[in-house]
């Protein structure tokens, strides 16, 4: 693995064991390995010809792209920040960033989306949550884009909590308990989520088509070290939210969890019928060992403090 970047960088993120040509701009702790991804720069050259032919995703447009190669590798890219090249074994990054492309923006993309790819490739099933600490244990909140799955946890880090993780969640069965693993010490919101939360915190754009920032944060709002999952929070759209005027929390039987654990998948564009085997096992596990709740909230800033009493007496 040391092979594989002519100029070493090693990081632990997700528990993942990442080693870059390039520095990241994040801590490297360090705990267990759940599996092994270098990451290497490559030129535009390498990525041409890697695609020459390729059938892209039918939801591929001129914003992103991905497409399954002949070898069993992965293309992805996202236009002004970047392009990946993910091998079938899911052990090795290609990646270019776009001229004008933020350092913060490049990573986010590269550590989040870029890395999904190697993650289903070497079979762990990454959700879409974010996670937050509360009396050493995990919270997540489980949702699609635009639900407020950051906003909520940047309200909670407001009050004291850490982040252990925003946007992609990796989990892990031990000892009849799963933990979930940090991510990049970062949170993505909006300028008025960080200005009420993050004391109005500058941040890097998220990219050209967005107002979210991506907000870096210090060593006490972050956790790094794994958390046994206390509980998941299924956050209801803002559509639908928008017809309660009460923040409500009902727990989901073993099927609606079971449905709400797949909707949540991080990574979509891989597919298969081995895929969807480990996506329903993993599922499965999760819905015997983990209470998952449905929560409901008005999209009004000041109610955020009602999903705090709510998760905090449970």
């Given at each position: 693995m040391d092979g594989d970047c002519d100029s070493s960088y090693r990081y632990c993120v997700y528990g993942i064991d990442l080693v870059s040509d390039t520095p990241l701009t994040m801590p490297r702790h360090a705990h267990e390995a759940l599996c092994h991804v270098s990451c290497v720069r490559a030129?535009?050259?390498?990525?041409?010809?890697?695609?020459?032919?390729?059938?892209?995703?039918?939801?591929?447009?001129?914003?992103?792209?991905?497409?399954?190669?002949?070898d069993g590798s992965a293309y992805a890219s996202w236009q002004s920040v970047g392009e990946f090249l993910v091998a079938a074994d899911g052990r090795r990054i290609e990646c270019r960033p776009m001229e004008r492309c933020s350092i913060e923006s490049f990573q986010v993309y590269m550590l989040g989306q870029a890395l999904s790819f190697a993650l289903v490739n070497q079979h762990l099933e990454p959700l879409h949550a974010t996670v937050v600490e509360i009396e050493g244990e995990g919270v997540a909140f489980l949702g699609g884009s635009a639900f407020g799955k950051s906003t909520v946890a940047a309200s909670f880090l407001r009050a004291g909590h850490r982040l252990l993780t925003d946007d992609l969640l990796v989990l892990r069965e031990r000892g009849g308990t799963i933990w979930a693993y940090p991510g990049p010490p970062r949170i993505k919101v909006f300028p008025d989520v960080a200005g009420r939360f993050l004391d109005g915190r500058n941040g890097a754009q998220m990219n050209a088509d967005t107002g979210k920032l991506i907000i870096a944060l210090d060593a006490r709002q972050t956790c790094t070290r794994p958390l046994p999952i206390r509980a998941m929070y299924v956050l209801t759209s803002p559509r639908e939210a928008g017809r309660r005027p009460t923040v409500t929390s009902e727990t989901l039987s073993a099927r609606e969890s079971f449905i709400e654990l797949v909707k949540s998948t991080f990574n979509r564009r891989l597919a298969g019928a081995r895929r969807m085997e480990r996506q329903f096992t993993a599922a499965a596990r999760l819905t015997n060992a983990v209470p998952i709740r449905r929560l409901t909230y008005p999209r009004q800033i000041e109610r955020l403090a009602d999903i705090h009493d709510i998760v905090l007496t449970r």
């Open positions: 030129p535009q050259a390498l990525f041409a010809r890697a695609i020459e032919g390729a059938v892209f995703h039918p939801l591929s447009d001129g914003w992103q792209r991905s497409a399954v190669l002949h």
